[in-house]
């Protein structure tokens, strides 16, 4: 009996394969790849998912991240999943579209194959939007030792970190010396990033201060060390004085024209000789393309980023069908002094002439459009309560709200953005912070092996022949 079912479930398994295999040879639309599932990429997917093409999006994880909000899972406002979302359920309603979970490894233009660790996919069009990663500039140390703020495994690192050093400092047996340095927390990076997250760690500390009975919290101290002369960037002169007062009121120490040189795990050295002590350091201070995109075939910016056309082909390459966008890519406007930055409008307003300009192409056309970048104002968060807009002008709470509101508005889903709003509310008013847990600590041996399950798959060749991969 269990035979005959057995040979039942083969021959309809293999009935079901062919009749995807006769449907794929038998559709002859173009095949558009797409290497990430960020703000650029997913915003492209749902823009193709209407077209008359089929396309696969390729990821090494599968959930589209939010960053902008990875600094509230760091300091145990927000949870994962209300900042990640399966990248599947974007394209539940839309055929065309099809997820193939790998990590890209490089591009074949003579071939049009985009190499992949589960092996090679053949692409009519060619888009990367694989992002970025932090960017250490070269400090072999500070990369060993800090933490990076570019992915969900590092904010949950942080997290952990951060509630976990102060559950050490608690310790009758520690010295004060040891105490002082656990109670340390360095932020280096004055941009949007760094500002959010020494003004939450300071939140963070003043609901601690209500639970460790014993603790001497003048020894907490939080610093946010900045090379440059100045904050934020991308904001007037005033709002940076705005936003420097209101961290120093908050109890971080904003250190400006300070340069890091070196961080061993214990002892932060800068470049004026003065060393603090701690055992947190988190790196907000730059970004890099990722690995990968040097193996596109393309120029690439020194930090990595693959050089673009006004229409968004990559410059110099072989065929006029591999486009990159957003945060991997490096766009120059006529008379900019530097390309374009690494934020999400960049990638979301690249995505959809992208888009256009390879409909363009799948219809004959040969005139491209130019990619012109709306700069839609810059906004980041001090805390709970308080933020700064550059356009139109607004500080504190009025910011606050302005700045709440274009989040939720960007959040995937309504279940989100209802849990998110009602977490933002809650911690207004009660500075309640729910995921105040350590997740990262041993089981005991034995109780729990995690096995690292690595695969080749170096060796699998074209696995769709210039199809889409789904039946594979
Ligand atoms: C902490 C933080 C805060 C930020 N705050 C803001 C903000 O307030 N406002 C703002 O506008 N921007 C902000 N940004 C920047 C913004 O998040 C990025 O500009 C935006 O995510 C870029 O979108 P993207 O599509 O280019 O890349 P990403 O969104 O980074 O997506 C890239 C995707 O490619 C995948 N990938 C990478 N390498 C590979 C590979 N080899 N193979 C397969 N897949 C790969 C990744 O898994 C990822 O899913 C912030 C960034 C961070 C880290």
């Known amino acids: ?96 579209i099809n997820f193939f979970m790998a990590k890209a490894k490089g591009v074949d233009q003579e071939r049009n194959i985009l190499h992949t660790n589960h092996g090679e996919i053949s692409y009519d069009y060619l888009v990367l939007a694989a992002g970025a990663t932090t960017n250490f500039f070269g400090m072999k140390s500070v990369e060993d030792n800090a933490y990076g703020m570019k992915t969900i495994q590092e904010a949950l690192a942080i997290r952990n970190h951060v509630i976990h050093e102060f559950e050490r400092a608690d310790k009758p047996y520690r010295t004060p010396e040891e105490r002082k340095q656990k109670l340390t927390f360095v932020v280096v990076g004055g941009g949007p990033t760094g500002i959010e997250e020494a003004g939450a760690i300071s939140e963070l500390v003043d609901t601690l201060k209500k639970e460790f009975h014993h603790l001497d919290f003048s020894n907490v101290s939080i610093k946010l060390i900045e090379a440059t002369g100045h904050v934020l960037p991308m904001i007037t002169p005033d709002l940076q004085e705005y936003t420097v007062k209101t961290l120093r009121d908050k109890g971080v120490e904003v250190m400006l024209n300070t340069q890091v040189v070196d961080y061993d795990g214990k002892v932060l050295t800068l470049k004026s000789g003065e060393k603090i002590p701690t055992s947190t350091v988190i790196w907000a201070a730059g970004v890099r393309a990722v690995d990968f995109i040097k193996d596109c075939g393309g120029e690439c910016a020194r930090d990595g980023r693959i050089w673009i056309e006004e229409d968004l082909l990559v410059k110099g390459a072989v065929n006029r069908n591999v486009f990159a966008i957003g945060d991997c890519a490096a766009f120059m406007h006529g008379d900019m002094q530097r390309p374009l930055p690494t934020v999400a409008p960049v990638a979301t307003q690249e995505a959809v002439v992208c888009c256009k300009n390879i409909m363009k192409l799948i219809h004959g056309e040969k005139e491209l459009l130019k990619f012109e970048y709306k700069d839609l104002g810059a906004m980041a968060t001090i805390g709970r309560g308080k933020a700064v807009v550059n356009s139109p002008k607004m500080t504190g709470f009025i910011a606050w709200c302005a700045w709440m509101f274009v989040h939720l508005l960007r959040l995937a889903g309504a279940h989100t953005n209802f849990t998110v709003a009602i977490k933002w509310m809650w911690n207004l008013f009660s500075g309640i912070r729910l995921g105040r847990v350590i997740t990262s600590i041993k089981l005991d041996s034995g109780k729990l092996t995690i096995k690292k399950v690595e695969e080749d798959f170096s060796h699998v060749k074209n696995v769709n022949e210039g199809k889409p991969v789904i039946w594979k």
Do not use: W
Not at 81 to 96: C, V
């Open 1 to 96: 009996m269990v035979s005959v079912c057995y040979y039942v479930k083969l021959f309809l398994n293999r009935a079901i394969l062919y009749s995807l295999e006769v449907d794929n040879m038998l559709n002859n639309k173009p095949h558009i790849v797409v290497v990430g599932s960020g703000f650029g990429g997913i915003k492209l997917c749902k823009l193709l998912a209407k077209e008359d093409v089929e396309v696969t999006l390729v990821d090494r994880h599968n959930f589209h991240l939010f960053q902008p909000l990875l600094y509230q899972v760091s300091t145990s406002v927000l949870s994962v999943d209300e900042i990640a979302y399966p990248t599947r359920s974007f394209f539940r309603d839309n055929k065309n």
